[in-house]
C-alpha cells in the first residue's frame, strides 16, 4: 500500500503541475484564438441557426476563387524553389566556411526574415515600381508583374533555408563524406549519396516553413499584386473588408487553415525525422577558412547574392526616404493629417513601440509557460497535440482572427473592441509560437536530475523553475523575448481590422500611406518603412549578441 502511494502521489503532483502550466496558455488560445475564428466562420455559414454547408461547393465552384486558389499554391510553389535554389549555397557557405566578419554578415542575412512585410513590400515598391530604382535607371518596372512578388518572397524567407538547413550542415561531421571521397566517389557523388540525405529532413523543414510563409503571404501581395494578383489571405481581406460576403471570407478562411494544418502536420513529421536520425557534432569544428580558387568563387559568390538580393532593397528604400530636400518626409510626418489619420503620422512610432512591448509581455508569459508544460517527461498526448496547435496563428489568416476580434468580442465580460489591449493581444498571438520554438531547445536540455533533486528536497514547482531552470534558460527567454518583439512590431494583418484611427501602428500607417495618391504620401510611406526597418533591425543585432547554439533556428 505505501509503495502504491508512493507510485500515485508523485503522478498526481506531475499531472497538477502541468495542468498549472496549461491553464494559461490554453484559456488564452481558446478565447483569442479559436473563439474569433469560429465565431467569423460561423457567422458566414450559418444563418437563423441553420449551417449552409452547401456554400462551400458554391464558392469552389466560382472561376475567381479557383484562380485564387491556383495563383496562391503557384506562386508558393516557386517561390519555396527559387528560395531552395538561391539559399542553400549560402548555407554551405555558412555552414563549412570561416571568414572575417562571418557573424555580421550571418545578422544582416537574418534581418529580412524579421522585417514586417509591409517593410519589405515596400522596399521592393522603391526597387522596381514606379519611380524605382530600375525604373529611374532603365525604364523597367515589376510591380505588376509576378515577378516583384516572387523576389520579394526570396528576400524575406532566404533566413529560413540558411538558418535551418545550414544549421544541421554544420553539424554533420563531414569525415563521412571525406571518406567517401576515399573510397573513389567523386565530389558530387559523395555529397549526393552522403551528405544530401543527411540533409533531406532539415531541407523538407525548411521548404515546407517558406511554402507556409508564401502560401499565407498578405502584406507583400497586397502592396506589390496590386489588383491583378491575389492570394487566399489578400482574398479574405477582400471579401471581408470591401465587398463584406462573409460567407465567401469564411468558405476560405476553412480552406486555408485545412491547407496550414496539412503543412505543420508534415513540418512536425520532417522535425522528427531530423532530431532523431542523425549524429550530430560540435558546429565550431566543421567550420574551416576556403580552400582554393572554387570554394573562394562560392563566398563571393554568395556575398554577391546578399549584396543585391538582401541589402540592395532596404538600402534603396533608405535612399528614397530621404528623397525630399531637408528630410522633408520624415518632418512631414510631424504634421497633422486630417484625411487618414486623426494624428500626425509620427505617433504611429510610440504606438507600435508600447503595443509591441506589451504583446511582448504577453507571449513571453504565455509562451513559456506552454514551453515548460512541453518539456515534461509526463506530457501526454493532449500536450503534445498543444505543441502543433501553438503553430496555427502563423499560418491561420490574421485576417480573420483581426476580423473576429471585431464581431466575438463585443459582449460583457469580453467586450473590448474599445480597450487598447485588443492590438496587442493580437500581436502576442502571433509571438508565442517563436517564444515556444525558442526556448524548447534550452529547456529540453537541461538536466531532469536537476529538477528531481530540488523536488526530492522539497521544492515547489514554481521555486524548481526560478532556481533551476530559469538561471539556465534566461539567455533563451530574452531572445524570445526579442523576436516576440520584432514579430509584433510588424504584425499587420489582424492590426489593419483593430487599429483605432487615434493610434495607428507603424504597419497600418504604411500601408494607408501607399494607398494614397501624391509623392508626399509616398515619401512619408518610405519614412516610416525605414523607421520601422532600423527598429527591427537593431533589435535583431541585439538577439546576435545574445545568440548561443542551443537556442534554435531563429
Known amino acids: 500500500m505505501d509503495l502504491t502511494r508512493t507510485e500515485v502521489a508523485p503522478r498526481k503532483r506531475g499531472a497538477a503541475a502541468r495542468f498549472a502550466l496549461l491553464a494559461a496558455p490554453v484559456a488564452f488560445f481558446a478565447v483569442f484564438f479559436a473563439y474569433p475564428v469560429a465565431a467569423i466562420v460561423a457567422r458566414g455559414l450559418k444563418t437563423d441557426g441553420t449551417w449552409h454547408l452547401g456554400r462551400i461547393g458554391e464558392v469552389l465552384a466560382q472561376s475567381d476563387v479557383r484562380h485564387v486558389l491556383w495563383f496562391t499554391t503557384w506562386q508558393a510553389l516557386v517561390s519555396t524553389a527559387l528560395t531552395l535554389i538561391v539559399a542553400l549555397p549560402g548555407a554551405y557557405v555558412f555552414a563549412r566556411f570561416d571568414f572575417p566578419g562571418k557573424h555580421v554578415l550571418r545578422a544582416v542575412v537574418t534581418v529580412p526574415f524579421v ?128 465587398i463584406f460576403d462573409l460567407s465567401t471570407a469564411a468558405v ?54 546578399v549584396a543585391v538580393l538582401l541589402v540592395l532593397p532596404p538600402a534603396v528604400l533608405v535612399q528614397r526616404s530621404l528623397g525630399a530636400p531637408g528630410f522633408g518626409y520624415y518632418r512631414a510626418l510631424t504634421s497633422e493629417d486630417g484625411g487618414i489619420f486623426l494624428v500626425p503620422p509620427i505617433e504611429a512610432i510610440g504606438n507600435s513601440l508600447s503595443y509591441a512591448v506589451a504583446a511582448t509581455l504577453i507571449a513571453v508569459v504565455i509562451g513559456g509557460l506552454a514551453a515548460a508544460a512541453l518539456t515534461r517527461r509526463d506530457a501526454g498526448r493532449f500536450v503534445r497535440g498543444f505543441d502543433a496547435l501553438l503553430m496555427l496563428p502563423l499560418g491561420v489568416s490574421a485576417v480573420t482572427v483581426g476580423f473576429g476580434f471585431l464581431i466575438s468580442l463585443d459582449e460583457p465580460p469580453l467586450d473590448l473592441r474599445s480597450s487598447w489591449i485588443l492590438v496587442p493581444l493580437a500581436q502576442a498571438l502571433v509571438g508565442v509560437p517563436f517564444v515556444v520554438r525558442t526556448m524548447l531547445p534550452v529547456l529540453r536540455a537541461v538536466d531532469v536530475r536537476l529538477r528531481e533533486a530540488a523536488s526530492v528536497l522539497g521544492a515547489s514547482p514554481w521555486r524548481v523553475w526560478r532556481e533551476v531552470d530559469l538561471p539556465m534558460v534566461r539567455r533563451a527567454l530574452l531572445i524570445a523575448a526579442g523576436f516576440a518583439f520584432a514579430v509584433s512590431l510588424g504584425e499587420f494583418g489582424a492590426t489593419v481590422f483593430i487599429a483605432r484611427p487615434d493610434n495607428p501602428t507603424l504597419p497600418v ?6 494607398g494614397r495618391p501624391g509623392d508626399l504620401n509616398y515619401g512619408q510611406a518610405m519614412a516610416l518603412s525605414t523607421i520601422l526597418m532600423v527598429v527591427c533591425a537593431v533589435a535583431l543585432l541585439v538577439l546576435e549578441r545574445l545568440r548561443t547554439d542551443r537556442t534554435g533556428e531563429f
Open 115 to 242: 522585417l514586417p512585410t509591409v517593410v519589405v513590400g515596400t522596399a521592393f515598391l522603391a526597387l522596381v515600381g514606379r519611380g524605382g530604382l530600375l525604373d529611374d535607371l532603365w525604364g523597367v518596372r515589376l510591380d505588376t508583374t509576378v515577378w516583384a512578388i516572387l523576389l520579394a518572397h526570396v528576400f524575406f524567407n532566404y533566413a529560413v533555408v540558411v538558418r535551418t538547413v545550414g544549421g544541421l550542415w554544420a553539424q554533420l561531421d563531414p569525415r563521412q563524406e571525406e571518406a567517401a571521397r576515399m573510397l573513389g566517389a567523386s565530389q558530387l557523388k559523395a555529397w549526393r549519396q552522403v551528405t544530401l540525405p543527411a540533409l533531406a529532413p532539415a531541407v523538407a523543414a525548411a521548404a515546407l516553413m517558406v511554402f507556409l510563409f508564401t502560401f499565407t503571404s498578405f502584406g507583400v501581395v497586397q502592396i506589390l499584386g496590386g489588383p491583378t494578383f491575389s492570394t487566399l489571405e489578400v482574398e479574405i481581406y477582400r471579401q471581408t473588408s470591401e
Open 509 to 514: 500607417a504604411v500601408a494607408r500611406l501607399l
Open 252 to 305: 476560405l478562411t476553412l480552406i486555408q487553415f485545412a491547407a496550414v494544418g496539412a503543412i505543420l502536420a508534415l513540418h512536425a513529421w520532417t522535425v522528427r525525422r531530423r532530431e532523431t536520425a542523425l549524429r550530430l557534432v560540435d558546429a565550431s569544428v566543421t567550420a574551416r577558412r576556403p580552400r582554393g580558387a572554387g570554394q573562394w568563387a562560392l563566398l563571393g559568390g554568395v556575398l554577391v547574392t
